[in-house]
Structure formats: C-alpha cells, structure tokens
C-alpha cells in the first residue's frame, strides 16, 4: 500500500481512538504509551544536538502485532515528550510486512536510522533486509533502502540491527537464526553504512561454551562500561527454571572482553537483566553527558496480551522509565534516571511498625522502603509484594486464569524504590542491584497496605508532571 494510504489510515485510527484511549484510568501519566494500537520496542533512541529521540514499534491499526510503523517522540529532559513525524511507514516492497526494530546513529551530522525491512511469503517463509533512512529538516525521514540482504547461512528470522561508531569505523550487531535454528548475534563493519562486511558470529547458542541457548536471539546492543563489553540480547527458547527465565523470553547480557577486529567475544554467563512479569527488547544509548540510558518495552512478544483491559480503550502496552546503566561489581546495576526526581510533588517520611504504616495513594508515585525483617507489602486484593528474610516475591492474578503467578528475587534486601503509574510497577532492588518491571491492572488503584512484625523506614513522593 502507499505511504499516503497507510499515513491517511493512520490519521483516521488517531482521530477516532485518542480521546478514547486518554480516558483509560489504566492509562500511564509519566511512561510513554502508543496514542492509539499497540506498542513494542524502543527504537532509534539517541541524543542528537542536545535533544533526546525515541523510537517505537507501532501497530496504529489495532492491538495487535501487526503493521508495524516507527512512531517518534523527542524530549529535552527524558520527562515530557513531544510527537514527531511518523519516522518510518512500511509502504516499500522491501518492508511490507514491517519496519521492524532499529536504531539511529549521527552521521556527516545527519540523523540516520538503521532498521529492518520484514518480508513474509504467503508460504511460511520470510526475508530481511537491514535499511538506512535520513532525516529531513522537517522532522520526517527519507529512505535510502536496503543495505544488507540476508546472509548466506541464516534463516529469514535476521533483524534488530544496532550500530555505533568505533575505531574509525560502523559496527553492527545484528540478531539472527542460523540453518540448524539456533540463535546468534553477528558483528558486521562498514566505512559508510552502506556497505557491509560480515565479520563472524559475535556470540549465540552453541558459542563461547553455551549450549542450547535458543532458537532465536532478538534486538542486540553492544557497549562499554568500565573498559567491560556489555552484549544485551534477548534469547528465545530458554526453558523456565525455578526461579530464574519465568517469562515466555528473557532479556539479558553478557559481560566479556571484546576484540571487534577478531569478531572475537569472551564472555561470562548469562545474566537476566529484569526479573518481573514484562520486560523485553531493552535499547541503550550513550548521552552527551555520559550516561548510559535504557529504555524497554514493558512487554514480551507472545505472552498473555489477549486480557490486558486497555484494548476496551484501542490501546496496549508501555516504555518501562528511562533508566540509567552503570558496571558494578562485576554487574549491571539500573536505576531510574535522575531526572525523574523532577516529578516529585511533597514528599513524606515514616518510620514504625510494619502493620501501622501509612496507606498512601500509590496510582502514579514513589515508595522507598528499608526494611528491617519480614513484611508484605499488599497492593489490592490478589496484588502482593512480600519479603520473607530472603526471598523477594511479587504475586499478582493472572489476567487469563485467575490464578496467582509470582516473580522472584534472592539475596540480601536492604531497600526497595517502587515507581507507580497506574498499571506499572517497577521495583528497584538495593539501588539497582536487580529490577522487577511489570505490569498491573488492579481494581482500585495500588495502594499500600503494610503486614509484618518488623520496623520499616518509609519515604514516599506522589508523582506529577511528565509525557
Ligand atoms: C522484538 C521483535 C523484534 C522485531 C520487532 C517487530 O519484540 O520481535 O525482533 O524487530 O519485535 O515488531
């Protein structure tokens, strides 16, 4: 179909479905949210002349995986966030059953987007082609097409490139399927963005000692910290264990030393990157200050979207907060990105018992909480977040069956930050130690109920302001 078919079906879905979608009452007031349809990556996120760029998978149609748009937001501060043009319509042959997931990159002081062009066959089959796209004065992007069709040795299943600049040259990563199925993350180089150089597996199922570790790995992105390699990915296909690849897929990293040249990666165990119900497709870029900041989708493809109850209002799905990403230890510590202190309104202390804490309205706030022993937390009926001495466990009805499900956390719990926006929580664990993002759609909007024969130092902020 044109791109002015598909941008004039897109105007009609936004003027019938946004005000309706803005009267959700599980609709987030500081994380970002499709307008209308559904949302999945981040995309394309980066700070370019002072300003930060974020991108998103959007299917305006419906809620869905279906069309699949680049939606544009920009903001100065990480905190309000303004519409741009519609970044990318997939209106081209090359990408017509989807832009799928990319990134951006400055080159010659353009902004230029790098991202995947799907293409399904009425058999089963697909291909990929990795595509360029340039920004134009007006804030729309003009597309240059192709620059990389499947490599030989893959299967259709080969997207989600993310570039960067280094040594005098463009390094891709890029997410793939191998012929026996497994899944891999391939190193690419290029001198101009235009040609590229396959230069090896950089790591993957059955490399660097793993052994079956998933058909599919999905949205790399490869950056330093502390002179560490850090490789986000999102493997497909990890069984669940006990306490540990509980979603129907993981995101996670690995922590090694890089020799890019080489398209040599050594590295240690895989780690999960976020332990609550919805997380999935995390995009970092490097501000001009230095910070390494992520955005994630608060999803994960093919699990439990059939109930969410903001499809009655034409919309699904949200970003997690932006997040900052430091090496500590030996690992990947993420905590909320400072600016988001400025949504603060009057804050409040407390300190006792555990069952005479405060109940405090919690649809959109801030929650600290330094235990001294055992407590639970409960958020509304079925909701519940407690701490036993050792292990952390959020259980929330699963919106299909009704039944309790659970996430956990072990280790040694000295504090907690709970973010809230109306159908989110996210948990930060000992300042970032570990992270529980999810989703959650309680009657009443959360509120905190304390149980526990233990003393507890609460500090709590209502949040305002933002998006
Ligand atoms: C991850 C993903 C990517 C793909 C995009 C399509 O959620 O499957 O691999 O590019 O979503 O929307």
Redesign the pocket.
Known sequence: MSEARLLNLLARSLLAGQARAAQDPYRPVWHLAPSVGLL??PNGFIQHKGRYHLCY?WNPFSCE?GA?FWGHWSSDDLLHWQHEPVALVPAEQYERN?C???CAVVKDDELTLIY?G?VKYPDGNRTAFQCLAVAEADGTFRKLGPVLPLPAGYTGHV??PKVWFEQECWWMVL?AQDLQRQGKILLLRSADLHHWQLLGELAGSQLNGLRDFGY?W??PDLFRLQNQAILLC?PQGLPHEAERYRNRFQAGYFIGDLDLPQASFRHAAFQELDLGFEF??PQTTCADDGRRLLFA?M?V?EQDEADHPTRAYGWIHCMTCPRELTLEDGQLRQRPARELQQLRGAGQQWQGSATAAPCWPCASAELLIQPQGAFALTLAEGYCLSWDGQRLTLTRPSLQTGQPESRSWRGHLQQLTLLFDHSSLEIFINDGEAVMSSRLFTAQPACSQFQGDTTLHLRYWPLTGGV
């Open positions: 999945n990556d998978q995986h699949k989807g799928y997931s990319g995947t799907n997207r989600d997410a599919m999905e949205c999102c999935y497709a989708w999803g493809p």
